[in-house]
């Protein structure tokens, strides 16, 4: 936690997983359920599942996976479990449409939006994007268009991407997954405490944050009292 009144998770993330976009989804509804919602601060970091892809791939999801080495009809059953999950939390995924591409300009543009105080709503709109739109999010011009439709300065994104002002952020995202053993995403680690692997329920990401909250509650308690209210302080 950056700050003992604040419960930081971090989510640890590629734009090009599905489990993520799905995964975000039932953390959001935990949220909604956590009375102390207000108290949590997300932050998305970077993780390149493919890092050595080009930065277009002009394959089918289907084909792709196959010619990974997994059998289609493996493939195919895959695609529909994550096609019922994405629905059942309001996600309209069109696999058929999804398109493969190298996701560095994309983290880079998510820590971007997190220096404007805009990486939920990035983050959410790139995942659209990329399962429901189908769009090529390599590509600088989309990811610039992406940013002013998430509130932020075009002029600015098109310049940090440009520039790659966030490659050393995303490099030391990955470099810290890395170190704390995440080998796939989603994965959430809570206030540096607890980490939590996969797309998991809505009660478990609550029964996740409540036991957070009640683990910190002493401390907060310390912190309080040992301040002054504008009435004075207590003798």
């Not at 010619?67 to 695609?79: D, H, L, N, T, Y």
């Not at 404007?116 to 709109?125: K, N, T």
């Not at 390599?138 to 991407?161: F, H, T, Y």
Request: hydrophobic share 40%; aromatic share 8%.
């Amino acid at each position: 936690m950056t700050d003992r009144n604040v419960m930081q998770i971090e989510i640890f993330s590629d734009i090009a997983c599905p489990w993520c976009y799905i995964g975000k989804r039932r953390f959001e509804e935990a949220l909604t359920r956590f009375a102390h919602r207000d108290a949590v601060s997300v932050v998305w970091r970077s993780y390149e599942l493919s890092p050595d892809m080009p930065a277009e791939v002009k394959m089918s999801s289907v084909e792709y996976l196959v010619s990974k080495g997994i059998p289609e009809e493996r493939v195919r059953a895959m695609i529909a479990q994550c096609g019922e999950a994405a629905a059942s939390v309001g996600i309209e995924m069109r696999s058929e449409g999804v398109k493969r591409f190298n996701t560095r300009k994309g983290h880079e543009l998510l820590h971007f939006a997190r220096a404007a105080g805009r990486q939920d709503a990035m983050a959410e709109r790139l995942f659209r994007a990329n399962f429901t739109e189908g769009q090529w999010l390599s590509r600088i011009d989309v990811l610039v268009a992406l940013a002013g439709e998430a509130g932020l300065d075009v002029d600015d994104a098109r310049a940090a991407l440009e520039q790659g002002r966030y490659t050393a952020d995303v490099i030391a995202d990955e470099q810290r997954a890395q170190a704390i053993g995440v080998s796939g995403v989603p994965f959430f680690v809570l206030g540096d405490k607890y980490a939590i692997s996969g797309g998991q329920s809505p009660e478990y990401f609550l029964h996740a944050l409540e036991t957070l909250w009640r683990e910190g509650e002493p401390e907060r308690q310390a912190q309080a009292s040992q301040a002054c209210a504008s009435d004075g302080c207590a003798l």
